[in-house]
């Protein structure tokens, strides 16, 4: 279970409220872990209840005011105990790669609309990675912890390139067996 590690983490970055981790997880931490607001909501809530993490006090209490969570030592330990621990790596769902078995058993009649579009959904992908990489990554910024960023990044970077080559790779071969499009 990392959606707690994933939460802990952007925590120990930088303290926040529910709205701010739901925003910060749009724009990082979503790229390789997702979690929907209802779900960080949830889980702040387990945290706090565990003892891993606590609202910050407010100067002025205020009905409705957005509570800004840090990281206790507890959660800090959690997130250390839990980096080092093993765990298999998780196995594929891949609803395209079902798509394209399938389509072994019934033929390829539609199929290569479906690659070109994730085609040029992981080149935009790509494209977003590597403007993130140019922009927070220029040369010289190699801080212990800039590097282990960038280095999620890269491993971003390379899944991407992967699926790029692949469906060009597949699109070939579908387009062998129906003909190119018209």
Known sequence: MSLPHAILTALLEKPSSGLELTRRFDKSIGYFWSATHQQIYRELGRLEEGGLIRALPSEV????????????????????????ESQDPKAIRDPL??????AGVVGPQGLAAELRRHLDLHRGQLAEYEAIEAKDFPPGRDSDQDRLRRLVLRG?????????????????EVDDMTGPPA
């Open 156 to 172: 971003g970077i390379g899944l991407e390139t992967f699926w790029l080559r692949w469906l060009e790779e597949a699109l070939a």
């Open 61 to 84: 209490p205020v009905r409705g005011q957005k509570k800004e969570y840090e990281v206790l030592p507890a959660g800090g330990a959690e997130l250390a105990r839990w980096i080092g």
């Open 97 to 102: 790669l079902l798509r394209v078995r399938a």
